[in-house]
């Protein structure tokens, strides 16, 4: 009898501690932490695939007891003798999506896009990668940041056309600087 209660006990340990260790695996991996040199006010410059030289800010915001990122962004690029002026405006939801054990986002904007995404931070640096889901038919977009020095930060957009999900090209790039209104 008390083989079986022995028995019994190691197996219900071995269960609590594989389930903990599963559980902590999916908090890590559906972490916001990583994102959080996102976090605030930032003011850019850049170009699109135009050849358009523009300004914008974006900002970074915890929500809903800090368990998303809201960002909301605005662009604008003057209009030159072979384009006219372009204003973006858009918004995107940072979330760990924990049945995936993934980061994801969704994103929309003024024109009409509506993208998905699986967000994946940087390892060992402050960066985040996040790739459009590929959808038949459907162009595909990358989305990048990384820090390059304190309140400095890259940006790149890539998009691939839709019979080739995995070949992008540079929509747009820049450099923001931290606003001095960051909270």
């Given at each position: 009898m008390s083989r079986k209660v022995l028995v019994i006990t190691f197996l219900s340990f071995w269960f609590y501690s594989a389930k903990c260790q599963t559980t902590a695996s999916v908090a890590q991996k559906t972490s916001l932490e990583p994102l959080k040199f996102l976090v605030g006010r930032w003011v850019g410059e850049g170009s699109a695939e135009t050849g358009q030289a523009g300004e914008g800010s974006c900002s970074?915001?915890?929500?809903?007891?800090?368990?998303?990122?809201?960002?909301t962004n605005h662009a604008e690029y003057p209009?030159?003798?072979?384009?006219a002026a372009i204003q973006h405006d858009d918004l995107m939801i940072i979330y760990p999506d924990r049945g995936k054990q993934l980061l994801r986002a969704f994103y929309t904007?003024?024109?009409g896009h509506v993208i998905n995404y699986t967000v994946t931070p940087g390892d060992n640096d402050p960066s985040a990668v996040f790739l459009g889901d590929?959808?038949?038919g459907q162009?595909?977009?990358?989305?990048?940041?990384?820090?390059i020095a304190p309140?400095?930060?890259t940006i790149n957009l890539e998009m691939a056309p839709p019979d080739q999900p995995h070949q992008f090209r540079r929509l747009i790039?820049?450099?923001?600087h931290r606003s001095a209104e960051t909270n």
């Open positions: 970074f915001e915890w929500k809903v007891q800090d368990q998303v990122l809201l960002r209009a030159t003798k072979d384009h904007d003024n024109e590929a959808e038949a162009q595909r977009f990358r989305l990048s940041y990384t820090l309140g400095r930060m790039a820049g450099q923001m």
